[in-house]
């Protein structure tokens, strides 16, 4: 069993063997806050913090018959003791959360987090009826804003959903657009619907143009990186000059919203067409925009 599910289980232990969904996410964000490394990423949703990466897990535990789940709570389902299979460190910390935080409400355990971590209140929909004025003012002050028109790419290798989420966030992006040719991918969150759907509840467009992507069959055996190269001279002869259509159509989603990003897999946009799709943007006449890869 991957050890982050182990914490998850063993907060539900710990706190009586069933907690409410929200206080379980605040609590395993309260939890990560003091681990050295943390296990799980987060990002300001619409209650505050959030990990989807939990949600997911949770979800698979359920499948095991581990937990189960009504419409507000997750309960811990086995007897096993999973606080024994913890790093002592991380033990520790979750008995130490238990005497920070037994007696906390949802509502309580949502407001310590926003006072501690205004950020991860920005998108919540209800911190003007959990904070004051000036603590709405505080978290208000987090809120990324540019009206900067700029074009990004960005790739996920190597990165959380969560991590990628809150690069956006952070850079106001208002719009994404996958550009791969098959938008399936075995990295939790970055599946079509997955990633749109995320995207979605964070306020950032979503947008699929397989047509500018790369045949998968086309992108097996790179072994390097002349093979690299000589794929990219490829796709910059046959697929770009004749989807200039859909490179106008993210001008144009620029030109309406500002923050554009365009995204592939790979970490560095060097080892990936969407750089190639980029500099194609920039040759076209209505562009006079700043380009970033991520």
Known sequence: MYYRRKILLSLLQTFGNQLEKLQLQKLLFLFSKMQKEANFDFVPYKYGCFSFQANAD??????YGLVSATEQHWKKDTPENFLLSLRKQDADTIKALKHLYEHKSSDELIAITYRKFPYYAIKSKIADKILNETECSVVKSHIPVSDKKCLFTIGYEGVSLEEYLNKLIKLDVKVLCDVRK??????????KSQLKGACEGLGILFYHFPEV?????NRQNLQTRADRDALFQQYRAEVL??????????????????????????AHSCDCHRSHLANAIMQLPAFNYEVKHL
């Not at 949770?58 to 499948?63: A, E, P, R």
């Not at 098959?182 to 599946?191: A, C, L, Q, W």
């Not at 992507?213 to 069959?217: H, R, T, Y």
Request: aromatic letters at 8%.
């Open 58 to 63: 949770l979800s698979t535990l359920s499948k």
């Open 182 to 191: 098959n938008s399936f991918s075995m990295k939790y969150g970055f599946s």
């Open 213 to 217: 992507g790369i045949d998968s069959e």
């Open 241 to 266: 000059p004749r989807t200039k259509n859909t490179q106008q159509t993210i001008i144009d989603l620029l030109h309406e919203h500002d923050r554009v990003a365009i995204t592939c897999f790979e």
